[in-house]
């Protein structure tokens, strides 16, 4: 809504030459405006205020309220103007009304304006409120294989002792799987290692020594390995036995080394990866690529023995195959089966479940 004022006195209308009714009515612009006239439009306009003052809902609105009550031709603007139709000595009074109806609305327009942008903030606050007491979405973060687990742990164990871990290929040339270790063609100790053969002389590898075989032909002693890795047998599957597990053979050969290192390393080796309180035993076996061998079992008081490993002082056919002298360096290995390892360790009491990744078993480690 506007307030309709009657024509107004415009630009010739100066300090010197007052408007006055004479030149107003000369000049055919409208008068008179007196006190009460002026009074009469300043409550006029400040009824027009409280109307819009009311209607305010953004600060937008109160934008254009201003505009329209304070600006260059705005209400109030409008009434100064008016203020010079007066006689001089009218003009104070007048003047004093409509500057206490300007800074009511000044003041007005600033709490206003603290008021929308209170309202505002607590609307931007409301929207983009989290409640950090509501629980929070579970996304399991998954672990890893217990395998995967119990081969770190024992990587760990024997890289602290100062042992390389070293790996090769799973699929081997019949040399370096069986004829390097010192198991011929035809020998029947090659029962032992029922093989996937892939063609004439390439087969997956039945154990890791293969790996220790290249180490030490690519290599001059000492030598101190780990190989972990995955091998193959034509195992059918039972509690025990699986086609595919996983090994770790350890290998060391320097100047000097005998048995007691051996059995000063498993031991190291047993305390770390099942604790105290175990006893070992060495009893005597058979491997064609070590000489003495022997197997493995721990026992902690009063339980059984269990076979932890096979183990035995490297044969001086192996070393003469991959050109060390038998006379110079003596060395020892040992291979574990990690499957056999995490059953005990876990007691876990077959073994295919760590190859069927049910969740309810995998969770567990
Ligand atoms: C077992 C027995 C063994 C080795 C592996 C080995 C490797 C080289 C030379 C001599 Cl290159 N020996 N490895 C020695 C003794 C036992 O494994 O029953 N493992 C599950």
């Not at 100066?14 to 030149?23: A, C, G, K, L, Q």
């Not at 029962?191 to 790996?211: A, K």
Request: net charge negative; proline share 6%; with cysteine.
């Amino acid at each position: 809504m506007r307030i309709h004022f009657k024509a107004l006195p415009g630009k010739g209308c100066s300090r010197e030459r007052p408007v006055t009714v004479d030149r107003l009515r000369r000049t055919g612009l409208y008068l008179p405006a007196m006190l009460g006239e002026i009074e009469r439009k300043t409550a006029e306009v400040r009824g027009e205020w409280e109307k819009g003052r009311a209607g305010v809902e953004s600060l937008q609105d109160l934008e254009e309220l201003r505009v329209r009550f304070l600006g260059k031709r705005g209400y109030i603007a409008q009434l100064f103007a008016l203020l010079r139709t007066l006689p001089p000595e009218k003009r104070a009074a007048a003047g004093k009304l409509i500057n206490t109806l300007r800074e009511q609305i000044e003041g007005e327009l600033e709490s206003l304006k603290g008021q929308l942008a209170a309202k505002a903030e607590a609307e931007r606050l409301k929207r983009e409120a989290h409640d950090f007491s509501l629980p929070g979405v579970w996304r399991g973060i998954g672990n890893l294989h217990p395998l995967t687990q119990v081969r770190l742990e024992i990587e760990r164990i024997f890289m602290e002792m100062g042992f390389d871990v070293a790996s090769g290929p799973e699929v081997e040339t019949d040399y370096y799987n069986f004829e390097a270790l010192n198991i011929p063609a035809d020998h029947p100790a090659r029962d032992e290692w029922d093989s996937f053969y892939i063609d004439e002389g390439l087969l997956l590898r039945t154990h890791t020594s293969p790996v220790q075989i290249r180490v030490m032909k690519s290599k001059k002693p000492p030598v101190r390995i780990i190989c972990p890795g995955r091998c193959y047998r034509r195992d059918n599957p039972d509690a025990t036995h699986f086609p595919v597990f996983h090994q770790v053979e350890l290998l060391w050969v320097e100047k000097g080394l005998t048995m007691a290192h051996l059995k000063w390393i498993i031991e190291v080796f047993v305390r770390e990866f099942f604790g105290p309180g175990y006893e070992m035993r060495f009893s005597a076996d058979f491997f064609p690529f070590t000489e003495p061998s022997a197997q493995v079992h721990i026992r902690r008081a009063g339980g059984p023995w269990l076979e932890i490993m096979g183990a035995g002082m490297v044969d001086p056919a192996v070393f003469e195959e991959v050109g060390y002298d038998p006379e110079e360096v003596t060395g020892f290995a040992f291979g574990l089966g990690i499957e056999r390892m995490a059953m005990l360790k876990y007691g876990v009491d077959d073994i295919r479940l760590f190859f069927q990744n049910h969740l309810r078993f995998l969770e567990q480690f």
